[in-house]
């Protein structure tokens, strides 16, 4: 019956039991506990539990510790840990012979963590302690795999301190656990101090430990620990197996470093291990992301020739592969080889996040093609991927294609959501076609689609670029009428708008208002609003405002110091923009080519020729080079009949600008 049990033929099992009861044989507690065992592994659990509780007395035996351990077990694999524990209660209540031991307690322990009940599990161990039953490894370990799989990593340390003061000592099961969850939350270097200790008390890591730290390092990207690790590992005579080189080829492969992932691939073979398809599929998506598609299909080919069999993932990669690259034949080819072997081919969800990617790199002519070769395998275009093609043509300044696309949308019966109307309202708005917008927006309305905070924002956006401020404050107001909830976003938008058309005393109003609601304002509001107060020369509540930025717990960025330092400049406070140039040094801020540009042009127009040149001196060519209207300006101050041509030895590098003559 035991032999039965191990072969996962339970039914044989109790066709033997039946066969021994006939032979007119006396069970014995041995017997009747594997009997118990037949019913737990057939999945009758409650004929276990009626013969526990009535049916082995009819046959004299006494149940003990081990019989109802079985039948607690697989109470709780069935997921039924709260009958476990009722009929754990119910024995300790009547007293008698059977006295449960630490294995029948940690087994519903585990069973309720299983089941997500960590208080009942806490509970339980706690009547456990008091019952003077001593926890053991398994204990221990299921209280730990439960608090890291819930991320109390502080309670999981706490408890596998309180482990080993009591003398137990984890096993790999235990640090695995540990490590495992550290790993899951980006701390692999923790992980790494629990390995080093573990390591330490003379444990010897398996390779399922190894694995885990090592896909934690791979995770996070520190290639250098991992494959210091992987060298460890094998220095101590573990053998890596296919899973460990799987995580050295997808590691390297996601950085894009090929030629190292190459490496492992062949040191794999060399050591006898085969690769399987889901290494094949890691080194064939990136390929395919690196745009190397030749090499892409030999991995292919060579991976049929060894008998291994692509699967969905793979001819995803290299379809999109293919997609991305305008090969819409090969993407054909391999569909119509996918459908062939029954596999399902890519939905519309796929393509719509194609057509997302190239309408977004500005590749809409080739989003149109994958669009059509869509339909013309049978998917069905939904909102989404309408939408995307519609922004694509937006966003390139097609709009009468943009509401071609609408239209077959229509014909094709999907409607238009706000989603939709908000992306050509936005095409409209950066296209300078604010009427079409409103007029888009009307039809909207009509159609009775609630507009979101996009839409709002999408066409105020639009009427302060085209210096329609009386209709966007006009739209504004409508809003607070109609109970729309004006959010921060936009906010912003009308601040930003109002400066940008001369109103920045309103724009300074109306921030004064919104600071008084007590709305936690971010940089980008503080940046438009410190700006506002230059231009009105209030440059003491412009200093203020800034100092605010890191009394409120935000941080300055690039664009709040050149706000700054261009104004500071603008008036002529040229030692104070550069104090405000060091303070953002020092935060870790560098100043781009941009910023720096500014500042040469502003100290040309004032005639600060030897510290322009001392900004002049930072351009490298690489992170940091002369923009046209700089060298224009130097052109222009510097050339033959140029106001500072007296001057230009004051600049300390040459600049060959005009024929002959050079700015040196």
């Not at 590992?233 to 460990?244: F, S, T």
């Not at 995580?247 to 492969?253: H, P, S, T, W």
């Not at 054909?332 to 080889?337: A, D, R």
Request: some cysteine.
């Amino acid at each position: 019956m035991d032999s039965c049990c191990r072969a996962c033929r339970p039914n044989l099992g109790l066709a033997f039991f039946g066969r021994f009861l006939r032979t007119g044989l006396k069970a014995d507690q041995i017997v009747a506990s594997n009997l118990l065992k037949c019913l737990c592994h057939a999945k009758r659990t409650d004929e276990a539990v009626n013969m526990l509780l009535h049916r082995m007395s009819e046959f004299g035996c006494v149940p003990n510790v081990i019989s109802y351990s079985i039948v607690l077990k697989s109470l709780c694999d069935d997921s039924r840990s709260q009958q476990a524990l009722d009929l754990l209660q119910m024995v300790r209540k009547e007293g008698g012979a059977c006295s449960f031991n630490v294995v029948a307690y940690s087994t519903v322990i585990h069973g309720f963590f299983k089941e997500g009940e960590v208080s009942k599990a806490c509970d339980l161990f706690h009547e456990m302690m008091q019952q003077g039953i001593v926890p053991n490894v398994v204990t221990y370990s299921s209280i730990i795999d439960a608090l890291c799989k819930v991320r109390a990593m502080d309670k999981a340390k706490l408890v596998l301190q309180q482990m080993v003061d009591n003398g137990v000592r984890p096993n790999m099961y235990t640090w695995n656990s540990f490590m495992y969850s550290l790993c899951k939350n980006g701390r692999s270097k923790e992980a790494a101090e629990f390995f080093d200790s573990m390591t330490s008390k003379g444990l010897k890591p398996n390779i399922i430990v190894y694995s885990t730290l090592l896909h934690g390092y791979a995770t996070e990207g520190c290639l250098a620990d991992m494959i210091n690790l992987f060298n460890s590992m094998e220095g101590n005579g573990i053998v890596a197996d296919c899973n460990v080189f799987n995580i050295l080829i997808d590691a390297y492969a996601k950085c894009g470093m090929m030629h190292e992932a190459m490496l492992i691939f062949t040191k794999m073979r060399e050591q006898g291990v085969s690769p399987n398809v889901c290494t094949y599929a890691t080194v064939i998506a990136a390929l395919c992301r690196m745009g190397r598609l030749s090499d892409a299909m030999g991995k292919l080919n060579k991976m049929i020739a060894t008998g291994l069999q692509p699967d969905v993932a793979i001819y995803t990669s290299l379809i999109q592969g293919f997609c991305t690259h305008g090969d819409l034949g090969k993407v054909k080819e391999l569909v119509s080889e996918m459908m062939n072997k029954g596999m399902p081919r890519p939905n519309i969800v796929f393509f719509s996040s194609v057509i997302n990617s190239l309408c977004k790199e500005g590749r809409v002519t080739d989003a149109h093609s994958i669009f059509d070769l869509a339909i013309n395998i049978g998917e069905r275009p939904d909102v989404i991927t309408f939408t995307s093609l519609i922004d694509g043509y937006c966003l390139v300044g097609k709009m009468d294609k943009a509401f071609k696309v609408l239209d077959a949308m229509v014909s094709a019966g999907i409607e238009p959501d706000v989603y939709t109307y908000t992306t050509l309202l936005d095409g409209y708005s950066r296209n300078g076609r604010i009427d079409d917008g409103l007029t888009l927006f009307s039809e909207m309305m009509h159609n009775k689609i609630k507009p979101t905070t996009a839409t709002h924002g999408t066409l105020l956006n639009g009427l302060f670029r085209a210096g329609r401020t009386a209709s966007a404050k006009k739209m504004i107001h409508e809003m607070i009428e109609s109970g729309t909830t004006v959010s921060l976003s936009i906010y912003a938008i009308i601040l930003e708008g109002l400066c940008r058309n001369n109103c920045a005393d309103e724009a300074i109003t109306l921030f004064q208002k919104v600071r008084a609601m007590n709305i936690k304002l971010d940089v980008a509001i503080l940046n438009t609003m410190i700006n506002a107060m230059f231009k009105v020369q209030r440059r003491e509540e412009a200093n203020d405002l800034f100092a605010s930025i890191s009394a409120s717990g935000l941080v300055p960025n690039a664009s709040t110091y050149r706000t700054m330092i261009t104004n500071l400049l603008k008036e002529g406070l040229v030692e104070e923009a550069e104090n405000m140039l060091s303070s953002m040094e020092k935060s870790c801020c560098a100043p781009d080519s941009r910023l720096i540009n500014d500042i040469i042009r502003i100290l040309l127009e004032q005639g600060e020729v030897v510290k322009a040149g001392n900004y002049m001196s930072r351009v490298d060519g690489k992170s940091i080079s002369l923009e046209a209207s700089t060298t224009s300006l130097l052109i222009r101050l510097f050339s033959r009949e140029g106001k500072y041509r007296e001057k230009i030895k004051l600049l300390p590098v040459k600049y060959p600008f005009f024929g002959g003559a050079t700015v040196e």
